[in-house]
C-alpha cells in the first residue's frame, strides 16, 4: 500500500503562484510514476503533470511553461510548482501514483485562483 497526502493548496490572486505538496509513505520503493491531477466544480478528473522514476516529466497543454513537477531522491515526495495561476485553475489538486497496475490517489488539497 502507498499514502499520500497533499498540502499546499489556497486561495492566492490571478498571476500568483502556489507551490504543491506531495509526501508518500508505505511501499513507495516500487512507484513508477508519480504526479498531479485535479477536478474542477462540474468538472471530470484531469491529468496536470507526471514524473516518472528516470525523471521524464509530461504536462497537460494548459499548464505548459507555467506549472513545474519536481521529485525528491526517493520517491517519499513530489511537488508541482504553480505560477501564472488562472481562475480557470481553480480545482481541488490530487496527488497520484502508480505501482505498476495500481493506482493511488491522496485526499486533495483545494486551489482557489480569484480574479
Given at each position: 500500500q502507498v499514502q499520500l497526502?497533499?498540502?499546499g493548496g489556497g486561495l492566492v490572486q490571478a498571476g500568483g503562484s502556489l507551490r504543491l505538496s506531495c509526501a508518500a509513505s508505505g511501499s513507495i520503493f516500487a512507484i513508477d510514476v508519480m504526479g498531479w491531477y485535479r477536478q474542477?466544480?462540474?468538472?471530470?478528473?484531469?491529468l496536470?503533470?507526471?514524473v516518472t522514476s528516470d525523471g521524464s516529466t509530461n504536462y497537460e497543454d494548459s499548464v505548459k511553461g507555467r506549472f513545474t513537477i519536481s521529485r525528491g531522491n526517493a520517491k517519499?515526495?513530489?511537488y508541482l510548482?504553480?505560477?501564472s495561476l488562472k481562475p480557470e485553475d481553480t480545482a481541488v489538486?490530487?496527488?497520484?501514483a502508480r505501482r505498476g497496475h495500481i493506482h493511488y490517489w491522496g485526499k486533495?488539497?483545494?486551489?482557489t485562483v480569484s480574479s
Open positions: 497526502v497533499e498540502s474542477a466544480p462540474g468538472e471530470q478528473r484531469e496536470v503533470s507526471t517519499n515526495g513530489w510548482q504553480m505560477n489538486y490530487y496527488c497520484a486533495g488539497t483545494l486551489v
